[in-house]
């Protein structure tokens, strides 16, 4: 039943390491997002993917690389991990401009 | 891009007081969306507002648009130890088609008993 979800939920893992976080939604949109909240709780759009193309990539750097397998999933796939990496990340979907965003749970990365 | 000032930036209020969060931002908002986030969770949509002048109430909680579209306002009434949380405004990026949210820094309410 769960409109967005991720997987997993929490993961730590070591510096160097490169590691992948799941998304899903069931909601049949078309627009898929990921978004990163710092410790300080601040959201920051990282990317967003329209049926399956990139669209948008806020200055993330390369090390992060989404993928769209179909319209109802995104990954994010990050390589080489750094202790700047930690925070909680957000998958989320929407129809687009004007209607509101489902957000998944959150994924909280720690890098050690 | 927007940017969207919330102020304040934490809130500790006592149970059964009234409270209000702000919203500001530089442009014009076309989709202003409140939110709220309970620790460890995820974002739980609370209300969206689109008019100018426009006003939504769910429960305890309303929110508002002013005339202008540059503002807008939760108020809380009769806060519960449930209304603990972040609450965050976004808005829409009408310079992109796809609906892009921006987030203001989020206000952090607590409410004790």
């Known amino acids: 039943d769960t409109a967005v979800s991720q997987t997993p939920k929490y993961l730590v893992t070591q510096m160097g390491n490169d590691k992948s976080i799941k998304c899903e939604q069931n909601l049949g949109h078309d627009t898929m997002y990921w978004y990163k909240q710092d410790s300080k709780k601040f959201l920051k759009i990282m990317f967003s993917?329209?049926?399956?193309?990139?669209?948008i990539n806020e200055t993330v750097p390369n090390r992060f690389s989404p993928k769209s397998p179909d319209k109802a999933h995104l990954n994010l796939h990050i390589n080489s991990l750094e202790l700047g990496d930690s925070a909680v990340y957000f998958c989320?979907?929407?129809?687009?401009?004007?209607?509101?965003?489902?957000f998944g749970q959150g994924t909280r990365l720690t890098v050690v | 891009s927007q940017e969207l000032e919330q102020s304040p930036q934490s809130l500790i209020v006592q149970e059964g007081k009234n409270l209000t969060i702000n919203c500001t931002s530089s442009?014009?908002?076309?989709?202003l969306y409140w939110y709220k986030q309970k620790y460890g969770e995820g974002l739980i949509f609370l209300m969206m507002?689109?008019?100018?002048?426009e006003e939504k109430s769910h429960e305890k909680i309303t929110a508002k648009l002013d005339e202008k579209k540059q503002q807008s306002s939760l108020h809380i009434t009769a806060s519960q130890p449930s209304h603990a949380g972040i609450y965050l405004c976004g808005a829409d990026d009408r310079g992109s088609t796809l609906g892009r949210l921006y987030f203001g820094r989020g206000t952090q309410l607590t409410v004790w008993p």
């Open positions: 993917y329209n049926n399956k193309e990139l669209i």
């Open positions: 989320a979907s929407s129809h687009g401009a004007g209607s509101r965003a489902f």
């Open positions: 507002l689109q008019k100018g002048g």
């Open positions: 442009k014009t908002l076309y989709g």
